[in-house]
Structures are given as structure tokens and as C-alpha cells.
């Protein structure tokens, strides 16, 4: 299937917490780091602040691809995007984050991060393709709050 036909026939819906399982082995077989924020109540939770921020995309009924965004009411936020590899460099990833840029437009953002891990090239590359960059000057920090 070529780049063309993918895109033709994506479908991009708001996931629904029946799909946890088929995101979460997603997460997993893409290589995400899952956290204890992932396990079904954390997202149970994410589900009733903004639902319509957690997407998934369809080929043929099949879940291939999937992200979180978030909206703190002043940045919006991209979180766990991951796209099955056999399916990558399909333009799923960016036809996903796009969907979620229009989403939290929409709500008022002016700007979206994204957190990739250092050692994530393909992530950065990826990011800095859809036209990202990168804040060498901002360090990540953050404290547990509770287990
Ligand atoms: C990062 C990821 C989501 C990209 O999804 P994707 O559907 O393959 O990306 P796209 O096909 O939309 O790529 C868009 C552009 O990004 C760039 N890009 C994507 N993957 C790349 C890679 N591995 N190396 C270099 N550039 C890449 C390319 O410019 C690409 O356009 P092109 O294919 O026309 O050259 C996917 O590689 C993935 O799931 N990785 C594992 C999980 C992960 O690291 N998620 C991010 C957490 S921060």
C-alpha cells in the first residue's frame, strides 16, 4: 500500500475506553515507556477532562495509530503518539498530531509541546518534519505526586 492509498483510506475517531487494550498493546509494540498514568483508571480519568483529544486512527476498522492530546487551558499537549511500525512513514503520525493541532486550535491554544526522550531520533526527526523544534535552553522537570 502506498503513501496515497494509506492516506485515502484513514480514518482518524475519538478512542473509546473498549479500545484500552488494543491501544495499550499499541503503545507497547511501538516501544512507548508506558508509566503508571497509563493503566485503565489514569485514562478512565483523561476521558472526563477532554475526550476529544485522544484519537485513534483506522485502516480498514484497525487500530494502527493512536495519541493523547491535553489542554491545561493555556498550552495544548501531545502525548503518547505512536503509529504501528509496520505502518509507519505512512503519514499516519502527522495526519494524527495534525487532527490534534486543529482540536486544541480550536479550544483557544497558541502553542502545542511534545516531550521526546533524547535518545528518541526517529521522534525528533519526526517532530522536527512537522515542523517542531526543539528548546535545548528548557529542562524537563517534575515531581511525583502520588503512586
Ligand atoms: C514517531 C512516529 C509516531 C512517526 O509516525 P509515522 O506515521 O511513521 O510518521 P509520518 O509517516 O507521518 O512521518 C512524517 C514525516 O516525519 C519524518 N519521519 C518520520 N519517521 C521518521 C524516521 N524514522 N526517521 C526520519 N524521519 C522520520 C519524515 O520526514 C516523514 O515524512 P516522509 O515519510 O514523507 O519522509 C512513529 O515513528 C512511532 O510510532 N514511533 C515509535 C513511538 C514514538 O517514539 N512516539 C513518539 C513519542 S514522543
Same mark, same amino acid.
Do not use: C
Given at each position: 500500500?502506498?503513501?496515497?492509498?494509506?492516506?485515502?483510506?484513514?480514518?482518524?475517531?475519538?478512542?473509546?475506553?473498549? +479500545?484500552?487494550?488494543?491501544?495499550?498493546?499499541?503503545?507497547?509494540?511501538?516501544?512507548?515507556?508506558?508509566?503508571?498514568?497509563?493503566?485503565?483508571?489514569?485514562?478512565?480519568?483523561?476521558?472526563?477532562?477532554?475526550?476529544?483529544?485522544?484519537?485513534?486512527?483506522?485502516?480498514? +476498522?484497525?487500530?494502527?495509530?493512536?495519541?493523547?492530546?491535553?489542554?491545561?487551558?493555556?498550552?495544548?499537549?501531545?502525548?503518547?503518539?505512536?503509529?504501528?511500525?509496520?505502518?509507519?512513514?505512512?503519514?499516519?503520525?502527522?495526519?494524527?498530531?495534525?487532527?490534534?493541532?486543529?482540536?486544541?486550535?480550536?479550544?483557544?491554544?497558541?502553542?502545542?509541546?511534545?516531550?521526546?526522550?533524547?535518545?528518541?531520533?526517529?521522534?525528533?526527526?519526526?517532530?522536527?518534519?512537522?515542523?517542531?523544534?526543539?528548546?535545548?535552553?528548557?529542562?524537563?522537570?517534575?515531581?511525583?505526586?502520588?503512586?
Amino acid at each position: 500500500m502506498d503513501e496515497t492509498d494509506s492516506e485515502e483510506i484513514m480514518k482518524i475517531r475519538e478512542f473509546k475506553i473498549d +479500545d484500552y487494550q488494543t491501544v495499550r498493546d499499541l503503545w507497547r509494540t511501538a516501544g512507548l515507556t508506558l508509566r503508571p498514568g497509563d493503566e485503565l483508571e489514569d485514562v478512565k480519568l483523561k476521558l472526563q477532562r477532554d475526550p476529544d483529544l485522544f484519537l485513534v486512527a483506522e485502516l480498514e +476498522d484497525m487500530i494502527v495509530g493512536s495519541v493523547i492530546g491535553g489542554w491545561d487551558g493555556r498550552r495544548g499537549w501531545i502525548y503518547h503518539l505512536a503509529v504501528k511500525p509496520e505502518h509507519q512513514r505512512k503519514s499516519i503520525g502527522a495526519g494524527l498530531v495534525r487532527e490534534v493541532e486543529e482540536r486544541l486550535v480550536a479550544k483557544g491554544a497558541k502553542k502545542v509541546n511534545a516531550q521526546v526522550y533524547k535518545w528518541n531520533e526517529k521522534s525528533s526527526e519526526f517532530f522536527k518534519a512537522i515542523g517542531y523544534e526543539a528548546q535545548p535552553d528548557l529542562v524537563m522537570i517534575g515531581k511525583q505526586l502520588r503512586k
